[in-house]
């Protein structure tokens, strides 16, 4: 199913933090219903203005009822400032849904946590949202700097939630690998900066426990155009943009 | 008034002038739901080498003003793969089909070239202008010699029309551009990416783990320009015009200085539709114009 | 922690490693009331022949993404007028004084360093590299050979410390620089323009009278950076990195790849305190990151 | 004297007509007061925004006693559009006062007659005010195409004001060279299109009538340091931001 591009009004955009912000905007395309795991590419700048690339932002909720789109995301740079300074009723381009996204339908019916960190913890609200809808309840367990923002969504299609922050104002005191046991889960779903992914999935595979990780990288096209995404295997390079974002660990970070 | 945005290429009739550059436009499909692909004037597909390649290690892009550097390294999964798997869906785009085929050695042009002669490829376009590759890239593309040897070469086995991609690390680009129509060339595409390098301050090396890799976008269209400018000038075959085309306009440009046709990459990043809006962009201006072929205009800036 | 910007240049101290590029900054004391020129490394004039010159007719700037083409020409008073008019004020300036002394036959170039051998100025930047004029420019900035003759010409009667400004548009610039430094260039700059083109799509004609004129602008810096990058690893003397520097994050990746100095030019017009605005921020960079002098980070990148 | 660099504060914004716009900018520095024909170079984006060049624009009227500076312009293409979208409170850089302005004192105590064109109007406000505190009362004639702008502030510090315009909506239906009789002055101060200046330099050499005109070219730098904006003459190039923009007709014209 080939993406799309499509131009969708701001609806609503919410300050977080100091640097999360979250959008909602029109998403009309219920014959392209982006499900967890997918992204879009996102530009509210003209072509000929920098930044030269289109930005890649996961879905982090989408309602086809009202047909919108939530994105949460952390203002890093020239792409995402611009972005926060977006205010209702102006246009947004998209490209998408992109990715192959989570798969809900295999982790249904068994013990799943997910993972996030920081802003890693985008995409599994969606994910939280359809595991939740297909019946599984899932424990979330999810790790900050300082401050967690986005998390009381997350309550109410969750079982179990955990907080660890690395200043330990808020929740645990420390990693939040330190309070995931993955030997009680058959899954661990997992989205945050690339070494607390690899140490999930060092945690998971010490006990067998099967571990699915959403890969970063900068991208050009985000359709599969382009190979400026991939990541380097054992067994080859994965397009992260249209094989991913989505791998099993093993798949990415070896056994 | 009615436009015609047709161009006829080497015998074969092209829907418009513009075509989607190699490596920033995947085999086409890609682009499927996005842009009205017949409206195009062909699709050239990423790069293919003989034997399948990983690509770069490392740091692929950044952006750099109005421009991009990427360092893929010709990734790709062989000819013969591009031949199984992405032709057929090539085939059913409904616009014309460029193989751009890249190198390790001359035997590996000239197999590659063989295994593409009985497919349904349109135009092999011969890629010795790769700055991101050691071997088989931007070795033939500096001196004249060399790229004459691997055009000839090609040239012998290829029943391709062969549409040879020029560098702008030419050492001359009249020159190389004169060679290689002598060694057998029957059109000429140009420019590719030009040798650039970054550093990263905090880490204090080369952004790219091969040091330089290729700047693109409309950073260059200025040089490129005035590069395909020259070599309509210095040859009798059709060129086809690239480096920072953004809008109808640059394409123009393009026209104006004798291209026959134009390709756009970089900007396919910058608007997904990029292709689609460049040939809307330029029907728009021959209508505003009374202009109602691309003949008409073709070479009118040159003195 | 205290940061020294000093930079010894060929035994002359310089206050920062920032100088005025040629063209762009007068004879300096245009920017005097805007820029603290005493922080500047140096000045270099615009470019000056034996012989005055008009420059060229038409056009002569246009803006392109990122970056600006121009086709002056070389238009100056004459080598005898810049001693006599503009050199007394530069020399109250505070900063060290670049010549540069473009030319059109060979014997004018040496003419031109002679008057200036007995005069107060620090360094001839001797310009092989205009691609605005036919004569005396860019013509011997392409070919090793022709740039060597000069160069060596130059040297035998110019007893100043002589810098060769590069063109991007020599055939292979690393072979070029070691010509030049064989023939007695103390020292290189580069890049000067790169050669560009752009139409004129109501006129249907060149922009520019002459077809084709320079590019300059943060567009050309990663092309800029690889070559002064190759320069550094092929000649042993110092190297002066410019084109497109516009922030003091660029001018550092510059003397990471191994420049002793930068020169600022085209971002002077993006901002008109630009020359002092990077010297200031690669002093605020190197506080940061504990650096206390550019010998500490000069070519640390080089891999 | 060199020029400054100056960042100053937007004060007042007003759209006289679809296309041209009054902004008042405080000037704070008296000790360079601007004089008439003298302009600025703008410029209210970054330095890494295109356009690339700042934009120059003349003084349309200097208020020592304020403290402020006025700027008529027409928005033609990217430079003038950013100045466009600027709000009383917004910064704006300048760079000036640039270039050598109109010799007052020359004029004064001369019949002489301002005439503008369009646009190039912009810099005889300031001019018609400081002849008319040197005692002289100006002629003011001047050529729109359809509709005129900023004539009233004219009426105050001029003699006769005539108006002409392409369409003859308003004033005469034509030319303001037609009627211009330049016999009746000692001294003709123009600016406005190449063209009608140099119809009415030639109308002033037929009788012998001094004439002064103001010219435009495009600017890098616009204080002498690139030659980008040399103007041809018969005795050699002239820098129109320096030497110029105001020159007397024979010097660039030819006689
Ligand atoms: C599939 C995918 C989904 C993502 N989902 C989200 C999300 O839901 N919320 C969120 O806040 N962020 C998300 N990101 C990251 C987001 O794309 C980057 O933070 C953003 O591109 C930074 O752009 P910038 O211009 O603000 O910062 P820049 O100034 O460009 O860079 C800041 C940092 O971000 C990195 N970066 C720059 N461009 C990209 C890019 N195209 N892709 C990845 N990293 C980049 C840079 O290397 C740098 O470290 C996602 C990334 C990917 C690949
Ligand atoms: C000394 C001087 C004083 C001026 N005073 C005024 C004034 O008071 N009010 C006013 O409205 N205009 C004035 N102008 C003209 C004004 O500078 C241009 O209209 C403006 O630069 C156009 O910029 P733009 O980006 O809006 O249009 P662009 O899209 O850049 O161009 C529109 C048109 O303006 C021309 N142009 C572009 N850049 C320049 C430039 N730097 N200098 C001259 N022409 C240019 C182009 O060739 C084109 O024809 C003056 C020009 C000069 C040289
Ligand atoms: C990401 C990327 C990958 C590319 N891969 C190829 C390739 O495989 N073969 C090739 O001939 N050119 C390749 N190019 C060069 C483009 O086809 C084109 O020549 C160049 O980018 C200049 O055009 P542009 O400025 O419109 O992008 C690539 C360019 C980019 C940006
Ligand atoms: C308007 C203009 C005039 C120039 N004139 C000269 C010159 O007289 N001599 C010279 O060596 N280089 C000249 N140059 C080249 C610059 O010195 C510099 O090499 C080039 O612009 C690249 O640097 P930049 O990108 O920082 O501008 C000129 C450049 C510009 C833009
Ligand atoms: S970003 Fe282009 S292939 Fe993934
Ligand atoms: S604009 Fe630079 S010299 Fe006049």
């Known amino acids: 199913m080939p993406v799309i591009a499509c131009d969708v009004k701001v609806l609503e955009h919410q300050r977080l933090t100091d640097t999360i912000r979250l959008m909602t905007v029109s998403w009309p395309r219920r014959d392209k219903a982006p499900k967890a795991g997918q992204f879009f590419m996102l530009r509210c700048w003209p072509a000929d203005v920098a930044p030269v690339l289109s930005r890649p932002i ?41 990715g192959n996204g989570f798969n809900v339908a295999e982790a249904a019916g068994k013990r799943v946590a997910l993972v996030g960190g920081g802003i890693g913890t985008a995409p599994l609200y ?62 661990v779903l997992c989205c945050g900066p690339e070494p607390m992914m690899r140490a999930v999935a060092k945690l998971c595979d ?8 959403s890969l970063e990288r900068k991208m050009a096209c985000g359709i599969g155009a382009c190979l400026g995404c991939t990541c380097h295997t054992e067994t080859g390079g994965r397009c992260v943009c249209k094989e991913g974002p989505v791998f099993d660990s093993k798949e990415v970070f070896g056994a | 008034m ?81 031949i199984d798997h992405e032709l057929p869906v090539m085939e059913t785009l409904g616009t014309t089909i460029w193989a751009n085929l890249g190198g390790g050695c001359i035997e590996d042009y000239e197999k590659g070239a063989e295994l593409l002669n009985p497919t349904s490829v349109d135009f092999v376009e011969l890629n010795i202008s790769c700055p991101n590759v050691k071997q ?79 700047l693109s976008g409309p950073a260059i269209k200025p040089i490129a320009l005035r590069m395909v400018y020259q070599v309509c000038g210095a040859v009798n075959v059709p060129v086809i015009g690239l480096g920072g085309i953004l809008t109808g306009a640059d394409a123009l440009e393009f026209i104006m200085a004798g291209a026959t046709a134009v390709q756009v990459g970089t900007a396919n990043f910058m608007n997904p539709r990029a292709c689609e809006t460049i040939t809307d962009e330029i029907a728009a201006w021959m209508e505003a114009h009374g202009v109602e072929t691309l003949d008409e205009i073709r070479g009118c800036a040159r003195v």
Chains 1, 4 share one sequence.
């Open chain 1, 58 to 98: 996961s879905v982090h909720s989408y309602d086809p009822e009202l047909a919108t789109l939530d994105f949460l995301y952390e203002v890093r740079g020239k792409g995402t400032e611009k972005l926060a300074a977006l205010v209702p009723g102006d246009t947004l381009s998209l490209v998408g849904p992109a």
């Open chain 1, 126 to 187: 969606q994910l939280a949202k359809e595991l939740c809808e297909a019946g599984t309840k899932a424990d979330y367990f999810c790790g900050f700097r300082d401050e967690p923002y986005g998390m009381d969504r997350f309550t109410q299609v969750c079982g179990k939630v955990q907080l660890a922050t690395d200043s330990g104002r808020f929740g645990f005191h420390g990693f939040v690998t330190q309070l995931l046991k993955p030997e009680e889960y058959d899954l």
């Open chain 1, 206 to 213: 010490a006990v067998g426990t099967r571990c699915i990780v």
């Open chain 2, 2 to 82: 009615s436009v015609s945005l047709k161009v006829n290429l080497l015998g074969k009739e092209m829907a418009g002038p513009v075509v989607g550059a190699s490596g920033t436009f995947g085999f086409g499909k890609e682009y499927a739901g996005m842009v009205d692909l017949k409206k195009l004037g062909g699709i050239s597909g990423k790069g293919i080498t003989l034997i399948p390649k990983a690509g770069n290690q490392g740091e692929r892009l950044l952006e750099t003003p109005s421009g991009l550097i990427n360092s893929i390294g010709l990734q790709n999964p062989g000819v013969q793969h591009f």
């Open chain 2, 136 to 214: 088989g890239g931007i070795a033939y593309g500096i001196k004249a010699e060399s790229a004459k040897e691997v055009v000839s070469r090609v040239r012998a086995v290829c029943k391709k029309p062969l549409i040879v991609k020029l560098s702008p690390q030419a050492e001359d680009i009249c020159q190389m551009a004169a060679a290689c129509v002598e060694a057998g060339a029957d059109a000429l595409s140009l420019v590719n990416t030009f040798q650039a390098c970054a550093i990263d301050l905090e880490k204090r090396r080369p952004v790219f783990n091969n040091i330089f890799a290729g």
